[in-house]
């Protein structure tokens, strides 16, 4: 297990911040998602009483990320492994997020953060224990100096070059902590995030949980930042009831975007949930619940799935194509062509890779990002 706690410095208040990262997260959901092996569907959204922070909101979503993961990965397994579940909990300024891949059942991502208005000094917020320490890396992520890919490079997104038609905020300096913070604002806050990724098949342990914190974790939480703060005229006005109105409309917007592309499939095309046959070739599995998390309701607007009916048909597919050999002999031929590949090979989704794993946001995901 390779464990990081990133910290991420921005101008603004906790207040502020809680809305401009709920924002950013259903705002890239909905422009990230194409539905044709690339996309969010949102199966839950709701408040919780008794969770991990106390009280707050619980979401469960699943990533499509068939069209961003290496070919030599994609090549080994279905289509219905290329998905991504999170489940996550905020409890601001407290958040977790977990993601797991039903088809792969020793990896695992877990994110807790903590928000402080403070500017990353503190030393031990997640109260580790000494060998936890030792274990864990810091790394410090600076939204103004850490250079960004020039494929994902937008000058509007640009800390250095922002700034604000209503707050009159930025552009920010090198060295905006020490003068002045953001120009015009006095607040500074920070993102504590304990990062634990655990990918534990032998021969390619180090490699994949080196790559899912470079790419899947820093990469797309300092981007998502960048854009937390140049998006600030869209949601400074907003409250936390506009959030929760835009955040249904999102989930309805990706709801239909995603049975359409399952009609399409239907159609002409091959489902998501197409499984491959003994033969070694895959073909389709009829399924009694569509794979793509939506079905049409009475009203003609695709409903999603409930979590009963979810588990129900992961289970249906659990039993028919994944058994612990046959996991081990998926996860063997992968570290073997990992080895024989170049790392070019390896690394060539670094710049498509990011654009559905906002963890959270995240990325991307309450707690992700």
């Known amino acids: 297990m390779l464990i990081k706690e990133y910290r991420i410095a921005l101008p603004m208040s906790l207040e502020e911040y809680q809305v401009a990262q709920l924002y950013m997260i259903q705002k890239k959901s909905r422009d990230e998602s194409s539905g044709e092996g690339s996309g969010v569907e949102i199966l839950e959204n709701r408040p919780y009483s008794d969770g991990p922070g106390g009280c707050g909101q619980f979401t469960h979503k ?8 290496p070919g030599w990965f994609r090549a080994l397994l279905p289509k219905a492994a290329l998905q991504v579940e ?29 928000y402080k208005p403070d500017s990353g000094t503190q030393p031990n917020v997640f109260n580790l224990v000494s060998a936890e320490k030792r274990q864990r890396i ?85 981007r998502a930042h960048r854009q937390a703060w140049c998006w600030q005229d869209e949601w400074c006005d907003l409250t936390m009831e506009d959030i929760r109105e835009l955040e249904e409309e999102t989930a309805r917007a990706l709801a239909q975007r995603m049975g359409k592309h399952s009609e399409e499939l239907g159609s002409g095309g091959r489902a998501w949930g197409s499984a491959p046959t003994p033969g070694g070739t895959e073909g389709a599995r009829p399924l009694t619940d569509s794979v793509d998390g939506t079905e049409a309701g009475e009203d003609g607007v695709p409903k999603q799935w409930s979590l009963s009916s979810r588990s129900s048909h992961c289970s249906q597919m659990a039993g028919s194509v994944t058994h612990q050999s046959l996991s081990e002999w998926r996860m063997q031929n992968i570290a073997r062509d990992s080895d024989n590949s170049s790392d070019e090979e390896f690394f060539d989704a670094h710049g498509r890779f990011t654009k559905t794993l906002y963890l959270p946001p995240c990325c991307t995901c309450p707690g992700s990002v």
């Not at 930025?170 to 953001?182: A, F, K, T, V, Y």
């Not at 655990?198 to 300092?222: A, C, P, T």
Request: hydrophobic content about 30%; glycine content about 6%.
């Open 62 to 69: 699943v990533y499509h990320v068939g069209s961003h993961i």
């Open 86 to 114: 999170e489940e996550s909990w905020n409890a601001y300024p407290y958040t977790r997020t977990r993601y797991t891949c039903p088809f792969v059942e020793k990896f695992s991502i877990d994110i807790e953060t903590y």
């Open 138 to 222: 810091v790394d410090v992520i600076d939204i103004v100096r850490d250079p960004i890919s020039q494929t994902e490079y937008k000058a509007e997104e640009d800390p250095r070059l922002y700034r604000s038609m209503k707050t009159c905020r930025g552009p920010l300096l090198d060295n905006w902590i020490e003068c002045g913070r953001g120009q015009g604002g006095d607040s500074v806050m920070c993102a504590y995030k304990l990062c634990k990724v655990e990918f534990r098949y032998w021969g390619m342990q180090s490699k994949i949980e080196q790559f899912i914190h470079d790419v899947g974790l820093r990469r797309v939480m300092l």
